[in-house]
């Protein structure tokens, strides 16, 4: 699944509107530098509180309009998104999926190959470049290699 990537101002907009929930859910009022509100606790049934509440989150969307698709949706449904591989399924904590480090060490072992045929060959002290053939045989070296 391809999402637009979230930019800049989603992701600030998105931190923005992360504080103003965490204080709410906190139970607290979510003041901002400037505000009067001497009043520290969060009122649901206080119409100013609400209305304080509203025109934070309303900013953020005026500030960065679509961020929630952007941000939540691109985590949700493409970096958590089981089928696309990105994070381990296994993990309690973000981290990549196992076929990533499987990846690296297959480069790794692979161009460790090719080091090691063309220095066979004389051409990396020569200061010649590596061919296509000496390539080709440092792939076929690798356990698991094609051609």
Not at 20 to 44: A, Q, T
Not at 136 to 141: G, L, M, N, S, Y
Request: glycine share 8%.
């Amino acid at each position: 699944m391809k999402m637009a990537k979230a930019s800049e101002k989603d992701i600030d907009a998105a931190g923005n509107a992360m504080s103003v929930l965490n204080d709410i859910s906190s139970g607290y009022y979510p003041k901002r530098d400037g505000d009067d509100c001497e009043d520290l606790h969060f009122d649901p049934d206080e119409p100013a509180h609400l209305r304080k509440f509203f025109n934070l989150m309303a900013d953020t969307l005026d500030k960065a309009p679509g961020w929630p698709g952007r941000v939540i949706g691109g985590m949700c449904y493409v970096i958590l998104f089981d089928k696309n591989k990105i994070v381990d399924p296994d993990a309690d904590v973000l981290e990549l999926h196992p076929r990533f480090a499987q990846v690296a060490k297959e480069r790794d072992e692979l161009l460790e190959a090719c080091i090691q045929t063309v220095e066979e060959n004389g051409h990396l002290a020569d200061g010649e470049n590596c061919t296509l053939i000496h390539l080709v045989r440092a792939i076929t070296k690798v356990e698991g290699g094609a051609a």
